[in-house]
C-alpha cells in the first residue's frame, strides 16, 4: 500500500539553528501539506502546496517557514531560525484530489524538540 | 473561521462494548467533508472514515459508523465491538468542499482505551 514516507522520526536542534523536515508523498499524489501538533494541543494546518508553489498556509506558517520539492519527489519543511515555540510533531499529508472525499494520506510525523 | 470541537479528551471502554467519541463543528458552509482520524501510538494518522455533508445516510465501515446531524453540527464516531487494538488517539477534521486546497481542520482529539 502506498505511503507517505516522514524522515527523521526525531530531531533535537539547538535553538537558532535551521532544520529541514522531510518528506516523500505518495508519488502520483499532487497536493501537499505540512501541519504541526504541539505536545498535547490539536494538529494545526501549516501550508499546502501545488503545482510548485504555495496554494494556501496559515498564521502560524510566518518567514522562518519554507517549503519546497526540489527533485519532484522530496517535499521539505525548512525552519530558519528555530525557537523553542517550534518543539511540536511535524505531519507531511499528501492528497490526489482535495475537492471531493478523497483521502489525505499522513506520515509517521517528525517530533522536533528545540532546546 | 471553521472550528472542530472534541469535548472528550479521553474515553475508556471495554473490550467487545460500543464506544461513541463526540464531535461538533462550526460553519457556515453548506458543502464540506467530516473525516475521523485514527492515531495509534506508532502516531501515522489514518483515516477511519469519511461523511459527505451532502449525503444524509450515516456512513458506515465494518465496526465504525458516523452518527451525522447536520442541523446541529455534530459528527459522533461510534465503534462497536471494541478490539484492542483500536485503543488509539482519534481526532474529527473538517474539510471545506471548495475554495481551498484541501486543508483539514481538526479537534483536539480523543485518546481511547480498551480494557480486556
Known amino acids: 500500500e502506498p505511503e507517505v514516507t516522514q524522515t527523521p522520526s526525531h530531531q533535537v536542534t539547538q535553538m537558532g539553528q535551521e532544520v529541514i523536515l522531510r518528506c516523500v508523498p505518495i508519488?502520483?499524489?499532487?497536493?501537499f501539506y505540512w501541519y504541526r501538533q504541539i505536545l498535547g494541543q490539536k494538529v494545526e494546518f501549516l501550508v499546502s502546496?501545488?503545482?510548485?508553489?504555495?496554494?494556501?498556509k496559515s498564521e502560524i506558517f510566518d518567514d522562518q517557514f519554507s517549503v519546497e520539492r526540489p527533485d519532484g519527489s522530496n517535499f521539505t519543511l525548512k525552519i530558519r531560525s528555530t525557537k523553542l515555540e517550534d518543539s511540536a510533531m511535524y505531519f507531511c499529508?499528501?492528497?490526489?484530489?482535495?475537492?471531493?472525499?478523497?483521502?489525505?494520506?499522513f506520515g509517521q510525523g517528525t517530533r522536533l524538540t528545540v532546546v | 473561521a471553521q472550528t472542530v470541537t472534541q469535548s472528550q479528551p479521553e474515553m475508556s471502554v471495554q473490550e467487545a462494548e460500543t464506544v461513541t467519541l463526540s464531535c461538533t463543528y462550526d460553519?457556515?458552509?453548506?458543502?464540506?467533508?467530516l473525516f475521523w482520524y485514527k492515531q495509534p501510538p506508532s502516531r501515522q494518522m489514518i483515516l477511519v472514515i469519511r461523511?459527505?455533508?451532502?449525503?444524509?445516510q450515516n456512513a458506515t465501515e465494518n465496526r465504525f459508523s458516523v452518527n451525522f446531524q447536520k442541523a446541529a453540527k455534530s459528527f459522533s464516531l461510534k465503534i462497536s465491538d471494541s478490539q484492542l487494538g483500536d485503543a488509539a488517539m482519534y481526532f474529527c477534521?473538517?474539510?471545506?468542499?471548495?475554495?481551498?486546497?484541501?486543508?483539514?481542520?481538526f479537534g483536539k482529539g480523543t485518546k481511547l482505551s480498551v480494557k480486556p
Open positions: 460553519t457556515s458552509e453548506s458543502d464540506y467533508y
Open positions: 508519488s502520483n499524489h499532487l497536493y
Open positions: 499529508a499528501s492528497n490526489l484530489e482535495p475537492f471531493s472525499n478523497t483521502e489525505a494520506f
Open positions: 502546496f501545488y503545482n510548485n508553489e504555495i496554494s494556501e
Open positions: 461523511q459527505e455533508a451532502y449525503k444524509q
Open positions: 477534521a473538517y474539510r471545506s468542499a471548495g475554495g481551498s486546497q484541501g486543508n483539514l481542520i
